[in-house]
T-cell receptor, first 117, second 114 residues
């Protein structure tokens, strides 16, 4: 299957600083990528849909000014957590999907653990 | 809005036995995809099995099979000959064709006992 990478895998930052997380589709072009947040022992919560060349679509309750998403190319989407606070500490997962004939496949990155101190 | 419900927070099964994880969903869409994902302690999401809503035949992947009841909006996962490596969190997920957003259930933590 296709591969999606995320960088960094783990980051610690101080409160008030910004952190950027990269998501890359390594062997296919993804016009759409998705960002999820996962708290310990909980499910994945969709934060936003990242669209190449246009603005991201945020889910209800997600602050677009705090979680900046840029999808500058068909293989790269970035999530920037601005002015991070301890409550932003979480596991962030990106995914990229593609349609193959009548089927649809979604590939997940390995995730990024963010700790804000 | 689409919702996915997994009513079993935790389950356990003896090695080599069979276990069924339940999932129901709610949607007004007619075309969509359903998935079961496995999330081991590494937290990497792994696709277990997928089902296209237009297909009546239940999907099967080796020891994994689903019972897809479209009218009842039910999508259960059966794991046969359970192995210790099957121990993980399992998420049922719904992806609708308009935009391909995916909604996940709360998950079922499966323990396979030796």
């Amino acid at each position: 299957g296709a591969v999606v990478s995320q960088h960094p895998s783990w980051v610690i930052c101080k409160s008030g600083t910004s952190v950027k997380i990269e998501c890359r589709s390594l062997d296919f072009q993804a016009t759409t990528m998705f960002w999820y947040r996962q708290f310990p022992k909980q499910s994945l919560m969709l934060m936003a849909t990242s669209n190449e060349g246009s603005k991201a679509t945020y889910e209800q309750g997600v602050e677009k000014d705090k979680f900046l998403i840029n999808h500058a190319s068909l293989t790269l989407s970035t999530l920037t957590v601005t002015s991070a606070h301890p409550e932003d500490s979480s596991f962030y997962i990106c995914s990229a999907g593609r349609q193959r004939g009548p089927s649809y496949e979604q590939y997940f990155g390995p995730g990024t653990r963010l700790t804000v101190t | 809005a689409q919702t996915v419900t997994q009513s079993q927070p935790e389950m356990s099964v003896q090695e080599a036995e069979t276990v069924t994880l339940s999932c129901t969903y709610d949607t007004s869409e007619n075309n969509y995809y359903l998935f079961w994902y496995k999330q081991p302690p590494s937290r990497q999401m792994i696709l277990v099995i997928r089902q296209e809503a237009y297909k009546q035949q239940n999907a099967t992947e080796n020891r994994f099979s689903v019972n897809f009841q479209k009218a009842a909006k039910s999508f259960s996962l059966k794991i046969s000959d359970s192995q210790l490596g099957d121990t993980a969190m399992y998420f049922c997920a719904f992806t609708y064709t308009g935009g391909f957003k995916t909604i996940f259930g709360a998950g079922t933590r499966l323990f396979v006992k030796a």
